[in-house]
């Protein structure tokens, strides 16, 4: 039998389909086709009655590779083996890059080792939950199992630990300030005292697959059920004991705008601000954390360092920070002006005005903290 080594692999004795014959098998009429490497694979009669046959149906008409790719177990000789007895032919030589990207192309090939017990919603960008019986077994969710949300690749810094400044320090810039200051994590832990608050993080999004509309309307986003949220001992530094030492003024300021490592395939930093009034709170306990439940801050929970507000949405409480920025205006990133808002019932995506509308109920999360 054909092992790892055949799997994916071109078959000159094979027919080529292009990729749009391989998105029109989507339906038990019309076969069900997905790709794994250079190989097609109808999998209609394996979905019925199997296992992973729900999961696999999300690759339906496209490459089972992320989805493999999460599910190690997969990687058994075994498996590859009965994949290849439902090889039907060829991805085309010219639509190869698109199906299978090489994993130098492939911004997502850095990403670090999870947990198995993670509930993977989506792989590229991972989001994953904890498993729900795991969130309420105790109050404190253990890090290698607590939820990951992530809207764009790990920065590859975060994941390689790197050292030098330019990947590591944090820099506070912006409106007040007599000039911009860097700091290490190094830095903070020296300068400043370590604040520990134990509170719970929540993805806005949390429980979405339960929200429908009565006529049946879907909440748009990932389909989260109820293990996007867990609580954690986050230890750091306190966010004004780092903006006053600065020299920042909370009359001079309204908004702090954080901005992490990672970035979008133009660029664009992921970005969120809150208001000053927030930042400098002496009861909200804004952090800079560098640990988590006294381990140093996971890969995927912002190694080196992320902001936790509690009482906010997940949303505001940036990861892999590298820039906090003081300002006069909110952030105008994607994810403040069009994400995470909360529209009336009776408006659609087409007619929304998000400009205009409230942000999310749950960026107002009571503090769940103790
Ligand atoms: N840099 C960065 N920070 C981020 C995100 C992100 O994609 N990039 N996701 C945010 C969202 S929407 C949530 S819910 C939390 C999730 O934190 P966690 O992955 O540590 O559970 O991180 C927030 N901070
Ligand atoms: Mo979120």
């Not at 339960?210 to 293990?227: I, Q």
């Not at 640990?291 to 936790?308: A, K, Q, S, T």
């Not at 507000?309 to 940036?318: E, L, S, W």
């Not at 019932?345 to 107002?364: C, F, G, K, V, Y």
Request: net charge negative.
């Amino acid at each position: 039998m054909a092992g790892s080594e055949q799997a994916g692999r071109r078959r000159p004795d094979l027919p080529s389909y292009r990729l749009s014959d391989i998105r029109e098998h989507r339906t038990a009429d019309t076969g069900v086709w997905v790709t794994f490497g250079e190989g097609i694979y109808d999998i209609t009669d394996f979905m019925v009655g199997h296992p992973g046959g729900d999961r696999i149906s999300l690759a339906v008409g496209g490459s089972l590779e992320p989805f493999w790719d999460l599910y190690a177990i997969h990687r058994t000789e075994h498996v590859y083996a009965v994949l290849e007895t439902l090889r039907i032919g060829n991805v085309h030589p010219d639509d190869v890059a698109e199906v299978a990207p090489s994993p130098g192309d492939d911004p997502y090939s850095h990403e670090p080792q999870r947990h198995p017990a993670l509930r993977v919603r989506a792989s590229k960008p991972f989001n994953a939950e904890t498993p729900v019986q795991l969130i309420v077994d105790q109050y404190v969710t253990p890090n290698d199992l607590f939820y990951v949300r992530n809207h764009l690749p790990v920065p590859q810094c975060a994941v390689a630990k790197t050292r030098d400044k330019a990947a590591s320090e944090v820099e506070v810039t912006g409106v007040g300030l007599p000039h911009p200051v860097s700091l290490s994590v190094a830095d903070l832990r020296r300068r400043f005292a370590a604040h520990t608050v134990t509170t719970t993080v929540s993805c806005a999004g949390n429980r979405r697959s339960d929200m429908k509309a009565d006529d049946g309307r879907a909440v748009r986003g990932l389909p989260w059920g109820m293990g996007a949220v867990g609580t954690a001992r986050w230890t750091g530094t306190l966010l004004r004991d780092v903006l006053e030492w600065a020299g920042a003024r909370e009359e001079q300021v309204q908004h702090v705008l954080f901005q992490g490592r990672d970035t979008d395939h133009e660029g664009q930093p992921y970005e969120t601000s809150i208001p000053a009034a927030t930042a400098f709170d002496p009861r909200r306990d804004v952090l800079l954390a560098y640990e988590m439940n006294g381990r140093e801050l996971p890969i995927d929970h912002g190694y080196p360092l992320r902001v936790i507000v509690p009482g906010t949405v997940g949303a505001r409480q940036v990861k892999w920070l590298r820039r906090i920025v003081l300002s006069h205006d909110e952030s105008q990133s994607f994810w403040q002006q069009k994400d995470y808002k909360t529209v009336n019932p009776s408006t659609s995506w087409e007619t929304a005005d998000l400009s205009q509308a409230s942000i999310s109920l749950l960026s107002r999360l009571q503090r769940c903290s103790f």
